[in-house]
């Protein structure tokens, strides 16, 4: 099984050279296409402020966020999620875990984005029909306990697009480190996200991936059911056009500092249940400077927790359009 183990490993790390080299000649400081690699999987996450990297739970949807946290998911475990999205479009998807020995877990996945149907419009701006832009992501993961307290993870995305008669191609890669002292009730957390490139455009311009380093902790207090989480998102993107502003505008460095802040809070008032709030100082700046001042930025959600049986749900808005609300279900066989 080690062995096995290792020619993976190897093989994800080729890749991932590649993809970073890839990467680094095509990257630009912009707003990717990509939406559905940026959407929270999981409801806690999304109901922490939609980029936690660092909370620990035994729900397979919160390993989307840092592979590395998969090592805490119970073995053969089945997730579904369900996301409601503005003009009738939803996404959905699954996931299943396997555990391998006590430090090797595998985990696939696959999620769909569907925007609902749209109005095609051709160049003289006459409609001549309606379609349904998709975007599909599958996935495979691995992680595995370096320590007793120290995990790491990679995750591997096959992304395809299609939109009328164009479609695209990408893959990526994400990495991620969790440290974990569950006497202390302490996680800490590092990911790259999205490393990668598209290997089929559109048209002729190849657009890039919406890469992302992120580092943050979760800790909790020791006498009240509290825990507070801080998460530092998109720590590579510095520059001006990487922010949405009105025209004209620009955006100071002391905003931009603020931009890359994630706030979360669970409350845990019984052992089986939590009520969670989140704030995205990104999302809350850039709704507003849109014209939506309503809940923006703020994320809101709550979870039961049984032996086998995992359900949650979370209320945030990703848009001017519409609020977005994300349920989810994990059960261990």
């Not at 993809?19 to 999304?46: D, G, I, M």
């Not at 805490?72 to 396997?98: A, C, H, R, Y």
């Not at 599958?138 to 595995?144: E, K, L, P, R, T």
């Not at 809350?284 to 014209?291: C, I, S, T």
Request: glycine share 10%.
């Amino acid at each position: 099984m080690g062995t096995i183990c290792l020619n993976i490993m190897k093989k994800i790390l080729y890749l991932i050279i590649f993809l970073l080299s890839t990467s680094v000649l095509k990257a630009q400081e912009s707003t990717s296409s990509f939406t559905l690699l940026r959407l929270p999987t999981s409801s806690h996450v999304a109901a922490l402020g939609g980029e936690n990297i660092s909370i620990v739970d035994d729900a397979i949807a919160v390993g989307w966020n840092n592979p590395a946290l998969f090592a805490n998911v119970s073995d053969k475990t089945v997730g579904v999620n369900f996301m409601s999205l503005p003009d009738e479009g939803i996404m959905l998807g699954m996931q299943f875990s396997k555990a391998f020995g006590e430090r090797h877990t595998a985990v696939f996945g696959a999620q769909m984005l569907n925007y609902g149907e749209q109005a095609e419009i051709d160049a003289s701006g006459v409609q001549v029909g309606n379609f349904s832009p998709k975007d599909f992501v599958f996935s495979a993961g691995y992680s595995y306990l370096l320590a007793d307290m120290l995990s790491g993870g990679a995750m591997l995305n096959f992304v395809h697009s299609r939109y009328a008669e164009y479609t695209s191609m990408a893959l990526s890669v994400n990495l991620g480190l969790n440290y974990y002292d569950e006497e202390r009730d302490f996680s800490a957390s590092l990911a790259l996200k999205n490393l990668g490139h598209q290997v089929k455009a559109f048209d002729q311009e190849t657009e890039s991936l919406p890469l992302s380093l992120q580092a943050g902790f979760t800790v909790g207090l020791a006498h009240a059911p509290v825990r507070f989480s801080v998460t530092l998102t998109d720590l590579n993107h510095w520059g001006n056009h990487f922010y949405y502003t009105r025209p004209g505008e620009e955006i100071s460095f002391s905003r931009k500092c603020i931009n890359h802040l994630v706030l979360g809070i669970d409350l845990l008032p019984v052992e089986r249940f939590y009520l969670s709030a989140g704030f995205n100082a990104r999302r809350a700046y850039e709704l507003k400077q849109a014209g939506s001042a309503h809940g923006a930025g703020l994320s809101f959600g709550g979870g039961l927790r049984l032996d086998r049986l995992k359900i949650g749900a979370s209320w945030a808005k990703y848009s001017l359009s519409a609020s977005n609300i994300l349920v989810n279900l994990s059960y261990s066989l």
